[in-house]
């Protein structure tokens, strides 16, 4: 069996009536890795958030937009496409060949 990271990272919010809202943002190098951990976070009762590649991870980093957002799913997505393509990740992936 071989391993292929996959990021997740918790958004929460405290909800109206007091309930939490809890997103998972998932960033992963493979297409199909992010459906099968945005399917099992979403079985675990969480509402799942493609990030997209492995490398927008760095887009989740405190001190950026969505770290800690308390908003809706739509507007998560929003946010992680405002911000820049992050450099590291591409260097990374290029040292890896």
Same mark, same amino acid.
């Not at 997740?8 to 297409?31: F, H």
């Given at each position: 069996?071989? %391993? ?8 929460? !919010? ?5 309930? /939490?809202?809890?997103? &998972? ?6 297409? *199909?890795? /992010?459906?099968?951990?945005? %399917? ?9 958030? %493609?990030? *997209?590649?492995?490398?927008? !991870? ?15 799913? *739509?507007? &998560? ?9 992050? !450099?590291? !990740? ?6 890896? *060949?």
């Amino acid at each position: 069996m071989t %391993s292929r990271p996959v990021r997740t990272v918790a958004i929460l !919010g405290a909800g109206k009536v007091g309930t /939490v809202l809890a997103r &998972l943002a998932i960033a992963a190098g493979d297409p *199909g890795d /992010v459906a099968a951990v945005a %399917s099992f976070v979403n079985a675990l009762g969480f509402d799942p958030v %493609s990030a *997209g590649p492995l490398a927008t !991870g760095a887009r989740l980093q405190p001190g950026t937009e969505p770290f800690g957002a308390n908003v809706p799913a *739509g507007e &998560l997505r929003a946010m992680i496409g405002r911000l820049p393509e992050p !450099g590291l !990740g591409r260097e990374v992936s290029a040292a890896r *060949g």
